[in-house]
């Protein structure tokens, strides 16, 4: 079902509008269309709390001074107790979410890659077909062939395992022996475009004239695929992080599609990233729309500087969700020498591509083992939730440091103990 489906059936209709707006701002998707699995992935009960928090704040500091004896004692952990009795959901202490890095996400990879002295090699073109994981022999290793930018030279390079991080629904680009199971999951996988323009023009009425204000959204138009290209949303990144200049302004402003080849052959192609100069190919129509609409809110002297229209959320739509698909991807982490991450394995938030790969890293670590002994399962208990390999009669073994009444990791034990009735022997 859609998420506004699963909104209509749980008596949580109340809420689609502002989840209109909270799910469609970031292209994550209509909820008149996106299926209820990655709308309940990102609108959790901790971001709504959170919401509640930094509303409940606002309409505090429309009558108290933040700075006051008084607000100082509510604010904080009082406000979040009522907000979690109302709403529920364990958020910390919340003022503000519309919170940005100065810098960006990149400064942390980059500090990251810094300080822990990593690898990482800049301009690199893998060759067509260029990644051979050798299937045929498990103890071979994985050999990639790629170049090196302004260099026609053919660098070939053998590594123990491949983590794949890119789209995977274009692995068979890149990958030679991407396997049958790996095709039929990856050819499953749909992508939005989230188109972004860089330009300058006057001030916007009641937006960045008097107003001042750092971001525009416009929520009629997250409503469904009918608003696909409409400039639905603006940012006015000078007063976000300095002061601006007066006269013209340069902002940022943003159309999603979720329908995206009607921008045309251009972006049908969801194989495309920024060229070496970083810019990215442009969309024509979708340059019109966006000019078209600007116009049709009276904003003047209009230049567009450059568009970047980025292919976007690579996801799995109802049919593959309900197939299991976005299962049977875990489950095949680590096979054929291969992890298979980013934001196609799970959901397009620096959040939950880090917490997957936390994951992965967590099932994948290899513990030292105890002293192995045999676990007899006696018998089941009526309901018991139990992996369907397992049954009464069968052994299974587990590290005897653990104790057999507490329910085991997946690289410890494929199942727990004390729901199964089991007893060792």
């Avoid at 890659?113 to 299937?135: F, M, N, P, S, T």
């Avoid at 916007?204 to 009918?226: F, N, Q």
């Avoid at 400039?231 to 007063?239: G, I, M, T």
């Avoid at 609409?293 to 500087?305: A, C, H, I, M």
Wanted: charged fraction near 25%.
């Amino acid at each position: 079902m859609t998420f506004l489906e699963f909104l209509q059936s749980n008596d949580l209709y109340a809420l689609s509008g502002f989840l209109m707006f909270a799910h469609a701002a970031q292209g994550y998707g209509y909820v008149t269309t996106i299926p209820a699995f990655y709308g309940l992935w990102w609108i959790t009960p901790e971001l709504l709390n959170g919401y509640m928090q930094m509303s409940f704040r606002e309409e505090l500091e429309k009558f108290y001074d933040p700075k006051s004896e008084f607000f100082q004692q509510i604010r904080g952990t009082w406000v979040r107790a009522v907000v979690t009795a109302i709403v529920g959901g364990a958020a910390d202490v919340v003022k503000r979410t519309t919170t940005m890095l100065p810098e960006g996400y990149q400064k942390i990879w980059t500090t990251i890659a810094e300080k822990d002295g990593l690898d990482v090699r800049y301009g690199v073109e893998i060759l067509d077909q260029g990644i051979d994981r050798q299937l045929d022999d498990p103890s071979a290793p994985v050999r990639i062939k790629y170049r090196q930018k302004g260099k026609n030279e053919v660098i070939e390079e053998e590594y123990d395992f491949l983590i794949y991080s890119a789209p995977h629904a274009h692995a068979k680009n890149f990958v030679k022996d991407v396997a049958i199971q790996e095709e039929s999951i990856f050819s499953s996988l749909k992508s939005f475009v989230l188109a972004t323009t860089l330009y300058s023009s006057e001030p916007v009425l009641d937006y960045t004239d008097s107003a001042r204000r750092p971001i525009m959204y416009e929520a009629d138009k997250m409503s469904g695929p009918s608003h696909d290209g409409s400039w639905y949303a603006d940012r006015w990144d000078d007063l976000i992080f300095g002061q601006p200049i007066p006269g013209r302004q340069t902002r940022v402003g943003y159309q999603f599609y979720e329908n995206y080849c009607q921008g045309g052959d251009m972006m049908c192609n969801s194989d495309r990233t920024p060229n070496e100069g970083g810019a990215m190919e442009s969309s024509e129509r979708a340059l019109r729309q966006f000019r078209g609409e600007l116009e049709r809110q009276n904003v003047s002297g209009v230049n567009t500087l450059r568009q970047y229209p980025w292919p976007y959320f690579h996801h799995f739509p109802q049919e593959a969700v309900q197939e299991g698909k976005v299962w049977d991807l875990l489950e095949m982490q680590g096979q054929r020498k291969t992890w298979w991450i980013g934001a196609s394995a799970c959901f397009e938030s620096v959040h939950d591509v880090t917490n997957y790969n936390l994951m992965i890293l967590r099932r994948s670590a290899k513990k030292p083992r105890s002293p192995k002994k045999w676990l007899w399962v006696k018998h089941m208990h009526p309901g018991a939730q139990v992996p369907k390999q397992m049954s009464a009669g069968q052994k299974y073994m587990y590290p005897d440091s653990d104790g057999a009444g507490e329910r085991m990791e997946p690289w410890q034990m494929e199942t727990w103990t004390t729901t199964c009735g089991a007893l060792m022997v």
